[in-house]
C-alpha cells in the first residue's frame, strides 16, 4: 500500500467492512447465487495482482473468460455461481511482466483491452500530459482534458507532443503479438487513441472502434470481438457503432454485479474497479463489489 492520507482513511473504512462481515456476506452472495463479479485493472504490480489472483482462488471463485460470458448470454453454458471475470485496461508495458506473467502461472483466463496507437508511438495521451506538469508546463489536470471538446484536448496535446518525450509505458506491437499467443489471455479493443468517445464526432467514433479492431486483429491474427470503453463512458450511439462492427460484448465501469437481467445488455457489462496502491483490504472491498455501495455512506475524504 502507498502511504497517503487517502490510503490510510480507505485501509480504516476496509477493516471495518470486513469486521462488520460485509465482506463475508458478499462473498456467500456471489459463491451462490447467480451473478458473477466482472473486475478491471489498469497497471497493477505484479504482488498485488497475484494477490488478488492468490484471494479469489482461495475463497472458491471460479474464472470466466469473456467467451464464457458469451456462451452463458447464448445459454450454451449454464449461469455459474461464484464467476470472476479478469480484464485488463489500456495496455500497459508492465502488464507483461504483472499480469501475463501471473495469469500464465495460475492458468487464469485476462483479457487486455489495448489501445493501438500507444502500442505503436510508446505513450498514451496522458503520459504527455504528466511529463508536462512535472516541467512545469502547464497547470491543467488529465481530468480536466477529459471534460474539454475533443477538438480542444487535441490542439493541446499536439502542442504537448512537440515539447516533451517521457518514456515508453505501453506495450510494443511485439509485445502484443507476443502476449495474444498465451492460451489465457484475450485480446480486445480499447480505441486506438484512447479519446472520450462521447466528446467526439460520429465519424472519430467510428474510426476509432473500426480501425483498432482492425490493427489488433491484423497483429494477433485473431478476432477481436470484446472492447472496453475508454474511461467507461459511452452512450446509445458508441452502443450502435459496436453492434453494426459486429463486437459481440462491451465492458463499461459501473460497479455492479453481472447477473442474468444485465447479461442481456451485451454492450454495457459493468465492472467493478481495482485501485492500484490501495491496501490489500480496500481491494477485497472492490472485488467482493461492497466498496462502491458502501463508501456512498462515509464521509467524502475517504471515497475514490
Request: glycine fraction near 6%.
Amino acid at each position: 500500500m502507498r502511504i497517503n492520507l487517502r490510503n490510510v482513511l480507505g485501509f480504516i473504512a476496509a477493516n471495518t467492512f470486513i469486521m462488520a462481515g460485509f465482506v463475508r456476506q458478499a462473498r456467500r452472495k456471489a459463491l451462490n447465487s447467480k451473478c458473477i463479479i466482472s473486475l478491471y485493472f489498469h497497471k497493477p504490480d505484479k504482488k498485488e495482482f497475484e494477490f488478488c489472483i492468490r484471494w479469489l482462488k482461495q475463497k472458491g471463485f471460479r474464472f470466466l473468460s469473456p467467451h464464457d460470458i458469451e456462451k452463458i448470454i447464448k445459454n450454451e453454458m449454464p449461469f455459474p455461481k461464484g464467476g470472476v471475470c479478469i480484464t485488463v485496461d489500456d495496455g500497459w508495458q508492465s502488464n507483461v511482466k504483472n499480469v501475463v506473467e501471473v495469469a500464465n502461472k495460475h492458468e487464469v483466463p485476462v483479457t487486455i483491452f489495448v489501445s493501438t496507437t500507444p502500442a505503436e508511438e510508446g505513450n498514451y495521451w496522458w503520459s504527455y500530459v504528466k511529463k508536462a506538469q512535472q516541467e512545469g508546463l502547464i497547470s491543467f489536470s488529465k481530468g480536466e482534458l477529459k471534460k474539454m471538446p475533443e477538438e480542444k484536448r487535441l490542439g493541446i496535446l499536439q502542442e504537448l507532443k512537440k515539447k516533451v518525450a517521457p518514456a515508453r509505458d505501453a506495450m510494443t506491437v511485439d509485445e502484443v503479438k507476443a502476449v495474444s499467443s498465451s492460451p489465457f489471455i484475450t485480446i480486445g479493443s480499447h480505441t486506438q487513441t484512447h479519446p472520450i468517445l462521447i466528446n467526439c464526432q460520429d465519424k472519430q467514433v467510428y474510426e476509432e472502434l473500426k480501425t483498432s479492431r482492425q490493427k489488433l486483429e491484423s497483429w494477433i491474427g485473431k478476432e477481436v470481438a470484446y472492447f472496453a470503453y475508454p474511461n467507461g463512458d459511452f452512450g446509445q450511439r458508441e452502443i450502435q457503432i459496436l453492434n453494426s462492427l459486429n463486437y459481440k460484448l462491451a465492458f463499461s465501469s459501473q460497479p455492479r454485479y453481472l447477473t442474468p437481467e444485465l447479461l442481456k445488455d451485451n454492450y454495457t457489462l459493468p465492472r467493478f474497479g481495482f485501485l492500484e496502491g490501495a491496501s490489500s483490504a480496500e481491494n477485497i472491498c472492490r472485488m467482493t463489489g461492497i466498496w462502491h455501495s458502501m463508501m456512498t455512506k462515509v464521509p467524502h475524504p475517504a471515497k475514490h
